[in-house]
């Protein structure tokens, strides 16, 4: 047993230099490998969150400015439907005016014809007598 004093005390001397020269820096390596590895795992899922966050922003965005030109456009067509109905209005009007024109120049006209029609109706009436008269008494004419 005292030859094997020398391979034991060789064995721990082995082992305690795996230990410092070894297993230490290696186990210090692992492990910044893993923090660095779950670091960048936690950093994508950093980065992940603020790209979801700036999508929905831009989809906000996105859905005030639809917003706003919706409201734009409506206010166009109110804009102009005022505008086409103020349109025809005007134009009703001035029809009116003018039917209102032509029935007033009819009534002047048809109140002239009448008058003159009455003023010759007397003359007519005359030569109807007269044409119709000496045909009856048996005279020429």
Partial sequence: MLGAIPTILLFI????????????????????????????????HQ????????????AEKLRQARAEIFK???QRIRQWTAE???AV??????????VA????????ETATARQAIQASSGELAGRVVRAVLPLAAGGTR
């Fill in 84 to 86: 086409r109905d103020a």
């Fill in 13 to 44: 001397a082995l082992v305690l230099a795996y230990q410092f020269l070894v297993q230490r820096p290696l186990g210090r390596a692992l492990a910044e490998r893993r923090a660095r590895t779950a670091g960048a795992v936690e950093d994508a």
């Fill in 72 to 74: 734009a456009r409506e």
């Fill in 47 to 58: 980065a992940i969150a603020r790209a979801e966050q700036r999508a929905q922003e831009y």
């Fill in 101 to 108: 024109q032509a029935r007033a120049g009819m009534e002047a």
């Fill in 89 to 98: 209005n005007e134009a009703r009007k001035a029809a009116g005016v003018k």
